[in-house]
């Protein structure tokens, strides 16, 4: 077996353990096992089922943080040419075993690294919900995501969870108008929030919506007189979500006093998590760039992403300088043909352990 190969069956064995949010047990004893193999102190779990280690004595601590859960929809792991196929192949077990193999040797004396892989990134963050009381507030934090090794990240968009209803008086089919079929109201509704709601070309600084799920109608001769949908809002920083729903209710009175009686709304948010953009600490930055430099020979690529993750909790808890940055596609996350190469897992690990050694002699000269 080559040494590339070799260098991947960490992550094989973990890709093995299918792991959708609230089943990560075993994946979480196979990260165990692979701390300990890898010299790591104080290897243990949390009560919410996360898993950590720590390395190094240093004044200034790193805090390497990943989650082990997928989404759901298994996928045979399995080797061809030269890519390796299995569900959390990018996002994000990739990152979060990488970051385990860099660390295998360090040893510094300047920088303390705290390794956390957590549980529940897919669904609720109970995870690093549970890190951020668990542990004190690092210096310096990694996010481990699938931004490819020559990107990181510096800035995520919030998101909000809208439970929308729309009514109408409805009709027979025979004769159907639009402007009382519930269902083509509530898509011209949202049409409409989308136009109010966009205020640039650059999608980051924009207000995303998505329709996540609508129901409504009665598959007879009636035109539906009610339908029900889930809107997800992403939204920027520094906007917060007073002002997201602010804006939102607005877009809404707007169409509705424009039908002029035609139908109702209301509306509740059921969840809602703020964006976060983080101060670009140039110590860690350039840590990171020299690291990207040394590894693939190409500059750092400083990126904003129009997702969320858990980089806004610990950014949001915590404000310290933080970078979301692993090996993978993320094109490829949540799908069928989620995979990453060898060739960028192994640079993933090289990358990281640059950038631990960079980081640690950086902050030697302090």
């Known amino acids: 077996m080559s040494q590339g190969l070799e260098a991947v069956q960490p992550l094989v064995r973990l890709l093995s353990k299918y792991s959708p949010s609230g089943e990560e047990e075993e994946a979480q004893r196979e990260v165990f096992s692979l701390l300990v193999e890898n010299g790591f102190e104080n290897v243990r779990r949390d009560p919410a089922g996360n898993v950590l280690g720590e390395k190094g004595d240093g004044h200034r601590t790193l805090l390497f943080c990943s989650h082990v ?25 990739a990152s979060l075993a990488a970051m385990a193999l860099a660390a295998s040797g360090y040893s510094g004396r300047s920088l303390r690294l705290v390794y956390s892989s957590v549980v529940g990134e897919e669904s609720d963050s109970k995870g690093v919900r549970r890190l951020l009381e668990e542990i004190p507030a690092p210096d310096y934090v990694v996010i481990g995501e699938p931004t490819g090794i020559r990107a990181a990240a510096v800035a995520y968009r919030g998101s909000a969870t809208v439970s929308l209803r729309v009514s109408t008086q409805g009709g027979h089919s025979s004769s159907p108008l639009d402007d009382f079929n519930a269902i083509v109201q509530t898509m011209r509704l949202v049409e409409h929030v989308k136009t109010r709601l966009t205020f640039s070309k650059d999608l980051f600084s924009n207000i995303g919506v998505s329709i996540t799920m609508i129901k409504g109608g009665y598959g007879d001769s009636r035109i539906p007189d009610s339908s029900e949908a889930r809107l997800n809002l992403r939204y920027p ?81 915590w404000g310290r300088p933080q970078i979301a940055w692993g090996p993978g596609d993320a094109s490829l996350a949540h799908s069928s043909r989620e995979s990453i190469t060898v060739e960028e897992f192994t640079q993933g690990v090289e990358a990281y352990r640059r950038f631990l050694k960079n980081l640690d002699s950086s902050l030697a000269q302090f």
Do not use: W
């Not at 859960?69 to 994000?92: K, M, N, Q, W």
């Not at 006093?257 to 670009?280: C, I, N, T």
């Open 69 to 93: 859960d997928t989404v759901p929809g298994l996928i045979e792991v399995r080797l061809e040419s030269g890519r390796l196929f299995g569900r959390g192949a990018v996002d994000a077990k």
């Open 237 to 317: 920083p520094p906007m917060g979500f007073k002002e997201l729903s602010r804006i939102f209710a607005e877009a809404l009175e707007e169409y509705v006093e424009k039908a002029r009686g035609a139908l109702s709304v209301s509306y509740e948010f059921l969840d809602y998590l703020d964006g976060y953009a983080s101060a670009k600490d140039q110590v860690m930055i350039n840590a990171v760039r020299e690291a990207v430099k040394e590894t693939l020979g190409r500059e750092l690529l400083l990126v904003r992403k129009l997702g969320t993750s858990d980089f806004n909790y610990t950014g949001l808890k």
